[in-house]
């Protein structure tokens, strides 16, 4: 394929369309009819309305008067491309201003444009990354470089972390400079509607090339399950447990990065009436949803929306099958749903993760069972029961950049068990508890300043088992990860919460710590809202 040098470049975001949709309305949702134009494509638009913004009446109210007139408007336009692959066809849209929205749910390729940029680059050529840390609560950053550089620079675990979006430099010239893949592929290019057909013939060629796997196999490490039997299976186990109210390892979450200073909260309705909620919860979504059996459709067509600060409309929408996270074994193998998502983890990956779990010693530490109250009620209690114990919960440490408040432990034993406890549920942020205990433990071994903040903190009886001037001996604590749960079985944790532990428990085994776990039970009649393990 030749690219024109006398076309203008152009700005272009292309999606490929699913290749099960083949009709013009199952993928576009417009109240204008498509416009033909001559043999590359349909342009289809939405009319915009010019308006005031929402903040002149809301700030100034009728102060300003009728002298000053700003108006806003969002264009939205698609032009639908199809092209033919080994006597099949497949739909590209290319968008407008805000014509995204011209599409509906579930129609575009997830990741093509990601797989287009992989294949097409060199490992040190990447400028910014956006990625999804899948944990107890999926952590969304942005990260950007100021050279080219590999995926490694951007810390990226391959362990846990989903990558959704890169730019990189391309090494393919038919694909312009700077190249950026999302589900998107958005590249300024000499592209226009003469020549756009064979333009997204390449890029199909380079979605279906398997060479990222020279330099980025690590994509591979969690997969995206595409095959529509399996996904079956697993949405109706999805909703199977969501009838029955069984939330373990399931809930919602925002599915991608936001400005949270720019949210007043989120509704489940569209109409301003309805309540606005600080956060996203699943047992709150279903007790204002008028559904009495859950099904996936009503999941993918019941929206979630995020409300502007500053205008009181939504600035977000999402289906709230796309805000669920949950975590399925079938089959012996495990599956994750994000951002309406499956996702299969590698088996070796889950064996290695769920092994290390299994081999991690349990604490010989007695703690008494969990009755109710406050965390540091049950740790106060717990620091009498033990005896020779004293409670740490609530001491911060002020220390560091920033003056970061720093919990050492919320309870340490006279013979150096440090424990870090915490309720399970299931948005609970266990990575918390487990970076907590990895970043004091650090500091206790590295940071003679921390360690004199630390004895200051301690009750009498306490202090001499830290040394402020000597750096301690690691391997005469032990680190006890403990987690109150009411279930009957042996503790059991999030498989990404069993990543999350499995790197901290890592990094303080470096210094020469002993790190187990221990299981807390919890007094069945006590129903706190909490989903158990």
């Excluded at 749960?485 to 498989?495: K, Q, V």
Aim: proline share 3%; hydrophobic share 35%; glycine share 6%.
């Amino acid at each position: 394929m030749s690219i024109s040098k006398r076309t203008k470049t152009n700005r272009l975001t292309i999606y490929m369309i699913k290749p099960k949709f083949q009709q013009l309305q199952d993928f576009i949702e417009s109240p204008n009819q498509p416009i033909q134009v001559d043999d590359a494509g349909q342009f289809l638009f939405d009319e915009s309305h010019p308006h005031p913004p929402g903040w002149i009446a809301n700030f100034f109210g009728n102060s300003l008067g009728a002298s000053v007139r700003i108006i806003t408007a969002s264009a939205k336009g698609v032009f639908v491309v199809p092209v033919t692959v080994k006597n099949k066809t497949i739909y590209f849209v290319i968008t407008f201003g805000v014509g995204r929205h011209l599409l509906k749910d579930g129609v575009i390729e997830e990741r093509f444009g990601l797989k287009v940029v992989l294949n097409s680059v060199g490992r040190d050529s990447f400028r910014s990354i956006d990625k999804t840390t899948l944990g107890s609560v999926p952590k969304h950053s942005k990260e950007q470089m100021s050279r080219h550089v590999a995926p490694a620079e951007f810390g990226i675990d391959i362990e846990q972390d989903l990558v959704s979006s890169v730019t990189a430099i391309s090494k393919d010239e038919r694909l312009g400079k700077i190249i950026t893949g999302k589900d998107a592929l958005s590249v300024s290019v000499p592209v226009d509607m003469t020549n756009i057909a064979d333009f997204l013939a390449y890029c199909h060629e380079r979605y279906k090339s398997t060479d990222y796997k020279t330099d980025f196999d690590w994509i591979d490490q969690i997969a995206e399950v595409r095959n529509s039997t399996l996904e079956d299976r697993l949405d109706s186990q999805l909703v199977r447990n969501i009838n029955q109210r069984n939330f373990t390892k399931m809930w919602m979450a925002v599915p991608e990065v936001v400005d949270w200073s720019a949210l007043s909260g989120f509704r489940y309705f569209r109409a301003k009436r309805a309540n606005v909620h600080e956060d996203l919860r699943l047992d709150e979504f279903l007790s204002e949803t008028d559904e009495q059996d859950i099904t996936v459709e009503v999941l993918k067509h019941k929206h979630v929306f995020a409300i502007s600060a500053e205008t009181d409309e939504h600035v977000h929408r999402w289906p709230a099958y796309s805000c669920l996270y949950a975590e399925i074994d079938l089959s012996g193998n495990t599956y994750v749903l994000n951002n309406g998502k499956w996702y299969e983890i590698a088996s070796g990956f889950v064996s290695e993760v769920q092994r290390d779990f299994a081999a991690m010693n349990d604490s010989d530490v007695s703690l008494p069972e969990y009755t109710g109250g406050s965390e540091l009620d049950y740790n106060t209690l717990a620091a009498n029961a033990v005896g020779n114990a004293c409670c740490m919960d609530q001491q911060m440490i002020i220390h560091g950049g920033g003056h970061s408040r720093i919990e050492f432990c919320d309870i340490m034993t006279s013979d150096r068990k440090l424990i870090h406890v915490k309720k399970y549920g299931g948005s609970s942020v266990l990575s918390h508890l487990f970076s907590q205990g990895a970043v004091s433990g650090e500091l206790l071994v590295s940071d003679g300043d921390f360690r004199s903040k630390v004895i200051e903190k301690l009750p009498r009886g306490y202090k001499q088992t830290i040394s402020k001037g000597v750096r301690p001996d690691a391997s005469q604590y032990e680190i006890v990860y403990a987690i109150i749960s009411g279930s009957e079985n042996p503790l059991d944790i999030p498989f990404f919460s069993k990543v999350s532990l499995r790197n901290a428990r890592r990094r303080l085994m470096s210094y020469g710590f002993s790190v187990t776990k221990k299981k807390i039970a919890k007094d069945r009649n006590i129903q706190d809202g909490d989903t158990d393990s």
